[in-house]
C-alpha cells in the first residue's frame, strides 16, 4: 500500500491521532507586554463586514487585526537582530514546516518555581531516558503554562519586578541552538524566552541564539500533555506573509495511538 493511503488508513481508524496545538484566537488571547519607550504590538480584533444583511445578504465575513506574534505564532529568524540577513516567513521551506518532534516535561519545576529555567543537563537527563534531540526536529519545552492560558494576567505573571514565566537558561538556549540538530524549539509561554529574559546576557538568549542561527520558535502552544515524549510529528502552518517576521500559525502533531 503507498505510504499516503497507509496514513489516511491510520488516521481514519484511529491508529494515528491529530492532536491541536493551537490556541484560540480571539480578543482574549494574551499578548506580549514590553515596558516604555518600546513599542507593543495590537491584539487580535474581528470587524464585521457583512452577515447575511444589507450589506451582504447571503454571506458573512470580518476584517481582522492583528500582530505577527499574537497567539500561537511563529518566529522566523528575521524576527531577531540576530537574524536579520535570515528568512522571513514567506521564506521558509514548506519542507521544514512538517518535521519530527519531542517533548522535554518540566511541568512539575515550573509548578514549583515559575522563574525556572532548563539547563543543559536537564537535557542530557531526558536524551539518557528518550534518547538523542531529532535531527531536522523541534524540541517542545512543556511546563504546563497553558493552563493559564484563559487569563492573562495569570498568564503573564507579573509584578514590580516583571513578569514570572519559566524557560530556558543562556547557557541551555546557546547549546540547543548552535551544537544540537533541532529545528526550532517550542513552548507554551507568551515567547519563546523566560519571563525575566530580559535581563539575561545576552537579553531574550532563545531569540537571539535559536533565530541567530537560523532557527525557528513556535510560542503560545497547547496539549503537549497528550504527546509522547517522542514520536510526534509536528505541523506547523504560518501564513506565508511576504516580509513578515512571524506569523500566528495553527500548530498539529500527528501521534500513533
Given amino acids: 500500500m503507498p505510504v499516503l493511503d497507509q496514513l489516511l488508513a491510520a488516521l481514519a481508524g484511529g491508529s494515528v491521532e491529530i492532536v491541536d496545538l493551537t490556541a484560540p484566537l480571539s480578543d482574549r488571547t494574551p499578548i506580549l507586554r514590553l515596558p516604555e519607550p518600546f513599542a507593543n504590538t495590537v491584539?487580535?480584533?474581528?470587524?464585521?463586514?457583512?452577515?447575511?444583511?444589507?450589506?451582504?445578504?447571503?454571506?458573512?465575513?470580518?476584517?481582522?487585526?492583528?500582530?505577527?506574534?499574537?497567539?500561537?505564532?511563529f518566529d522566523a529568524p528575521v524576527h531577531w537582530a540576530t537574524g536579520r540577513d535570515g528568512e522571513?516567513?514567506?521564506?521558509?521551506p514548506a519542507g521544514r514546516l512538517v518535521a519530527?518532534?519531542?517533548?522535554?516535561?518540566?511541568?512539575?519545576?515550573a509548578a514549583a518555581d515559575p522563574d525556572f529555567l532548563l539547563e543543559i543537563e536537564h537535557v542530557r537527563a531526558w536524551e539518557e531516558a528518550h534518547?538523542?534531540?531529532?535531527?531536522?526536529?523541534?524540541?517542545?519545552?512543556?511546563?504546563?503554562?497553558?493552563?493559564?492560558?484563559?487569563?492573562?494576567?495569570?498568564?503573564?505573571?507579573?509584578d514590580e519586578n516583571g513578569s514570572?514565566?519559566?524557560?530556558?537558561?543562556?547557557?541551555?538556549?546557546?547549546?540547543?541552538?548552535?551544537?544540537?540538530?533541532?529545528?526550532?524549539l517550542g513552548v507554551e509561554t507568551v515567547g519563546t524566552d523566560a519571563g525575566g529574559a530580559h535581563a539575561f546576557d545576552p537579553p531574550f538568549p532563545c531569540h537571539s541564539y535559536f533565530l541567530g542561527a537560523g532557527k525557528y520558535g513556535l510560542t503560545q502552544l497547547q496539549n503537549l500533555s497528550r504527546l509522547p515524549a517522542r514520536g510526534a510529528v509536528l505541523v506547523a502552518a504560518p501564513l506565508p506573509i511576504v516580509g513578515g517576521s512571524g506569523s500566528p500559525a495553527r500548530v498539529l502533531a500527528l501521534v500513533e495511538r
Fill in 43 to 73: 491584539p487580535f480584533s474581528l470587524r464585521e463586514i457583512s452577515r447575511y444583511d444589507d450589506r451582504g445578504p447571503a454571506w458573512y465575513w470580518n476584517d481582522i487585526t492583528t500582530g505577527e506574534h499574537v497567539g500561537t505564532h
Fill in 88 to 92: 522571513d516567513v514567506a521564506q521558509v
Fill in 100 to 109: 519530527p518532534a519531542v517533548v522535554l516535561d518540566a511541568s512539575e519545576h
Fill in 131 to 158: 534518547g538523542p534531540l531529532p535531527d531536522g526536529g523541534w524540541l517542545l519545552y512543556r511546563t504546563g503554562w497553558d493552563a493559564r492560558s484563559a487569563d492573562a494576567e495569570a498568564f503573564l505573571n507579573a
Fill in 164 to 184: 514570572h514565566a519559566p524557560g530556558i537558561s543562556p547557557e541551555c538556549a546557546r547549546w540547543l541552538a548552535e551544537e544540537t540538530p533541532l529545528l526550532g
